[in-house]
């Protein structure tokens, strides 16, 4: 993966039942780049991040975001060289600073599996 917009055309793929919409939020920074929506769970939302040379950055609104908007909310980190491009990790957006720190100390929700990444972004968690 190159970059974000090729994870975004996977996820989108991959979870054809979840009603997407892209945000572009220039006037909200730290807003995720991804509202979701299913009848079952309702909305939620979803950061894309790509690894690069093993640290994935994030910007100091995007920080805030995640740490105190924990719930209904996920970050999707995919590999930016060099792997396949269905390798991908679903995090809690609760993960944020875990992730900031050394990402292989923060167990993901879901790996490389999407019907596991989609059964955790509808699961219907409060």
Partial sequence: MKKESDLWKLLKKNTP???WTRLESWSSFG?????GYHD???FFMVELKLIHDKKIRFSP???????TMTKRNFILVGQSQGA?????????SSSVLGL???IREVPPLAVDDW?????CLLANRS
Wanted: with cysteine; proline share 6%; glycine share 6%.
């Fill in 17 to 19: 039942e979840i009603k």
């Fill in 31 to 35: 807003t995720p780049d991804l509202l």
């Fill in 40 to 42: 079952t769970c309702g």
């Fill in 61 to 67: 609104h995007q920080i805030l975001f995640h740490s």
């Fill in 84 to 92: 396949c491009p269905s390798s991908v990790k679903l995090y809690q």
């Fill in 100 to 102: 900031l720190t050394d």
């Fill in 115 to 119: 019907g596991h990444i989609n059964s």
